[in-house]
T-cell receptor
């Protein structure tokens, strides 16, 4: 049973536009959420995180929004750049546990 | 500071064989986690080691095992390989594995192909 779901396997966006990657979760115990980015032939790298006590966290071009009632989070990238082309993984952990549960990933392609 | 190092980078085995993968964490990191990445299932947690002890375990059969040495280096073993074990195996390290603000640092992975 997939507790963290990324329903869009892929997304294509024009350079300069906004990229919105979505993630849904089913486990109510999750209270900390992260996004990781993965380039081919490399391991995932941490991008941004958000605690359940917040509904928004920004870091430069990257913003994560959390809607707890909908059990939904999204990653916004503005403006999108060709170097952002990668697979993005959403991950979550629950209170009392630091183990991460990952989604299946969304492959973002930013077209120049 | 050197990153997480995984060896070998690629591995080809046949069904029924066993395989051992190695991971050297970032210096000073004592928590090492292993993940399996497949196209259909994404990243799935295998287990986590801290101070030579398995602290957390995912939902994988007993054919998957691991260990950690006193220098925090870790090995993962898969016995009686099956075709479905073909995957990218990722190792990640962190200082203690206990902080919400602790980031996981991943290695580049070992790509295992089972024929």
């Amino acid at each position: 049973d997939q507790q963290v779901k990324q329903n869009s396997p892929s997304l294509s966006v024009q350079e300069g536009r906004i990229s919105i990657l979505n993630c849904d979760y089913t486990n109510s115990m999750f209270d900390y959420f992260l996004w990781y980015k993965k380039y081919p032939a490399e391991g995932p790298t941490f991008l941004i995180s958000i605690s359940s006590i917040k509904d928004k966290n920004e870091d430069g071009r990257f913003t994560v929004f959390l809607n707890k009632s909908a059990k939904h989070l999204s990653l916004h990238i503005v403006p999108s750049q060709p170097g952002d082309s990668a697979v993005y993984f959403c991950a979550a952990s629950g209170a009392g546990s630091y183990q991460l549960t990952f989604g299946k990933g969304t492959k973002l392609s930013v077209i120049p | 500071k050197a990153g997480v190092t995984q060896t070998p980078r690629y591995l080809i085995k046949t069904r029924g064989q066993q395989v051992t993968l190695s991971c050297s964490p970032i210096s000073g990191h004592r928590s090492v986690s292993w993940y399996q990445q497949t196209p259909g299932q994404g990243l799935q947690f295998l287990f986590e080691y801290f101070s030579e002890t398995q602290r957390n375990k995912g939902n994988f059969p007993g054919r998957f095992s691991g260990r950690q040495f006193s220098n925090s280096r870790s090995e993962m073993n898969v016995s009686t390989l099956e075709l479905g074990d073909s995957a990218l195996y990722l190792c990640a390290s962190s200082r203690t594995g206990e902080g919400r603000n602790e980031k996981l640092f991943f290695g580049s992975g070992t790509q295992l192909s089972v024929l």
